[in-house]
């Protein structure tokens, strides 16, 4: 069984920054990626940005570019979120997830395992 365990969540102040850290617990068997997703209270959960293990390639969502980014340490099966610029409809509860990315739009992307969640607030 594969774990996910994600750390770096709390609140600032929007125009803050904040860093998420997620760890598996071993490469998961198949997957080629991993990412975020989260969910805002009363809204469905959505992808944020996700990294290739070969060659690091990323995927952002639109309203993420330029304030978040995403890196990865292969040896340790951990990826990092940098957020910046931190605005308050980025206040969520932010998923790490490992899959497959198959290509760049979202449908292309079938995450399997999946973190508890942190949560992120913004206040403005």
């Known amino acids: 069984q594969v774990q996910l365990v994600e750390s770096g969540g709390g609140s600032v102040q929007a125009g803050g920054s904040l860093r998420l850290s997620c760890t598996a617990s071993r490469r998961t068997f198949g997957s080629n990626a991993m990412g975020w997703f989260r969910q805002a209270p009363g809204k469905d959960r959505e992808f944020v940005v996700a990294?290739?293990?070969?060659?690091?390639?990323?995927y952002y969502t639109n309203s993420v570019k330029g304030r978040f980014t995403i890196s990865r340490d292969s040896a340790k099966n951990t990826v990092f979120l940098q957020m910046s610029s931190l605005k308050p409809e980025d206040t969520a509860v932010y998923y790490c997830v490992a899959g497959v990315v198959a290509g760049t739009k979202v449908a292309d992307m079938k995450f399997d395992y999946w973190g508890q969640g942190t949560q992120v607030t913004v206040s403005s």
């Open positions: 990294i290739s293990w070969n060659g690091g390639r990323t």
